[in-house]
């Protein structure tokens, strides 16, 4: 069991890797050195995103239509060749924006939807493999494993990026993204290796889940009030924590005056304490109401956000830091609880179809809290950066009290009680949830 969580994670570790440079990076240097709209930028960061319906497509029909005797890793496999081809054309795009517009224009939009739609078939496949070879009891320990692994390669990502990107120019940022790129396919490839098991068709004619279109299904599951409001709740705390990571490295070099290289490590900074933070949160598992680790989570994250617009205000970058590190820790234990939450609320028999939709509140989140955050950058033009970046924070920290309130009103022993009647009365598997 051990072997295939580190695999699992490495499959995780591979995927976040080629987010680092696009989100981290690039976004940075469109923003700051090329002079582009943050409106426009943070649109291509989005767009990818735009196909997260596929996600229930894709999770659902692989849950009972394998390929190659495998239901997940043929998908898994797709996604990172187009999770590593995006990110390594990725610069190219992008210095083509400020040549020839609308020719950059159309490659962008490219190249960040071949990364988005990778992105898009490999998160549902693996987060729902990672279900499957956890079982109810074991799920917890699973996510510990793959979250630490994806933050420990997320810091190596951004200090090995932040080292190879000093002193900066174009053709060293070429070199970077197609190292960091490489890397990430041989990780993958290796995670993928004899993981999965082949696929036996057992069950595959029995039960009220296999009868059903996945159509059929997503309806049934959005008349469930608790899926609904899960969904909303994920859609807006994920939106604050999205938003941000767009705007957070741009901020730091506009209003901070902060080099590349050193903006580039800020995501080490913050992974450090997520890191620190998500141990933690697992530790607090077993002993601690997942919702009273989310609360603490969210509400840091919220504290962040305000301790940035101050930074800003100040012109202090040690408020900034401080601002950071809140951030990082308030999003691990967020995070923790939060997933854990996510995997309770996915029926036995349906872990595609459940990831799939959770997978597109991420989306929406993505879309959501990074367009609002980069218009209202935009638009809030008072002379002087601070005021754009101060009202995006502030609406994000809007969306995070909502999402807070949201909060109270889960109950997951409700979710699966309706799931029970609604979806899946055949399968035995409900009830062993519920007790």
Same mark, same amino acid.
């Given at each position: 069991m051990l072997r295939k969580r580190i695999q699992i994670g490495l499959i995780? &570790?591979?995927?976040?890797? *080629?987010? &680092?440079?696009?989100?981290? *990076?690039?976004n940075r240097i469109m923003i700051k050195e090329l002079t582009l709209s943050a409106t426009l930028v943070v649109l291509l960061a989005s767009l990818p995103y735009l196909f997260s319906p596929?996600?229930?497509?894709?999770? !659902?029909?692989?849950?009972?239509?394998?390929?190659?005797s495998r239901r997940r890793s043929p998908y898994i496999l797709l996604g990172l060749i187009l999770c590593v081809t995006g990110v390594a054309?990725?610069?190219?795009?992008?210095?083509?924006?400020?040549?020839?517009?609308?020719?950059?224009?159309?490659? !962008?939009?490219? &190249?960040f939807g071949a990364w988005g739609m990778g992105y898009?078939?490999?998160?549902?496949?693996?987060?729902?493999l990672a279900t499957e070879i956890?079982?109810?009891?074991?799920?917890?320990? *699973?996510l510990a494993v793959m979250w630490f692994m994806m933050i420990c390669g997320i810091i190596a990502t951004a200090l090995v990026l932040g080292h190879l990107l000093d002193?900066?120019?174009?053709a060293v940022l070429y070199r970077s993204f197609l190292f960091v790129a490489g890397a990430a396919a041989l990780i993958g490839c290796a995670g993928l290796i004899g993981l999965e098991q082949p696929f036996d068709g057992a069950g595959k004619e029995d039960g009220g889940t296999q009868k059903r279109t996945w159509g059929e299904l997503l309806r049934i599951c959005l008349q469930n009030s608790q899926a609904v409001l899960f969904f909303l709740y994920l859609s807006l705390l994920l939106s604050a924590v999205?938003?941000?990571?767009?705007?957070l490295e741009p901020f730091a070099g506009e209003v901070l005056e902060m080099p590349v290289s050193r903006t580039t490590r800020l995501t080490a900074i913050w992974g450090g304490c997520f890191l620190a933070s998500l141990v933690l949160g697992g530790l607090l598992e077993r002993r601690v109401p997942k919702k009273l680790v989310a609360y603490v989570g969210n509400s840091l994250a919220l504290a962040a956000l305000l301790v940035l617009i101050v930074a800003g205000i100040l012109q202090r970058r040690w408020i900034f830091y401080s601002g950071t590190i809140l951030l990082g820790l308030g999003s691990g234990l967020s995070t923790i609880a939060n997933l854990s939450l996510m995997f309770d609320m996915i029926l036995p028999g349906s872990e595609g179809l459940f990831m799939g939709l959770w997978g597109i509140a991420s989306a929406v989140a993505r879309v959501a809290g990074s367009t609002f955050g980069g218009i209202l950058r935009d638009l809030v033009n008072t002379g002087t950066p601070v005021a754009g970046y101060a009202a995006a924070f502030g609406?994000?920290?809007?969306f995070l009290i909502a999402s807070i309130v949201l909060l109270g009103r889960i109950d997951v022993p409700k979710f699966l009680e309706k799931a029970r009647i609604s979806v899946l009365p055949s399968d035995p598997r409900i009830f062993e949830a519920l007790d």
């Open positions: 995780h &570790v591979a995927v976040a890797m *080629t987010l &680092v440079p696009i989100n981290s *990076t690039l596929v996600q229930v497509a894709i999770g !659902s029909y692989s849950d009972f239509h394998p390929l190659f054309a990725s610069p190219l795009a992008a210095f083509l924006l400020e040549r020839r517009f609308w020719m950059g224009l159309g490659a !962008s939009i490219l &190249v898009n078939f490999a998160a549902v496949s693996y987060l729902a956890s079982g109810a009891n074991h799920r917890g320990r *699973t002193p900066y120019s174009r999205f938003g941000q990571d767009l705007l609406l994000l920290a809007v």
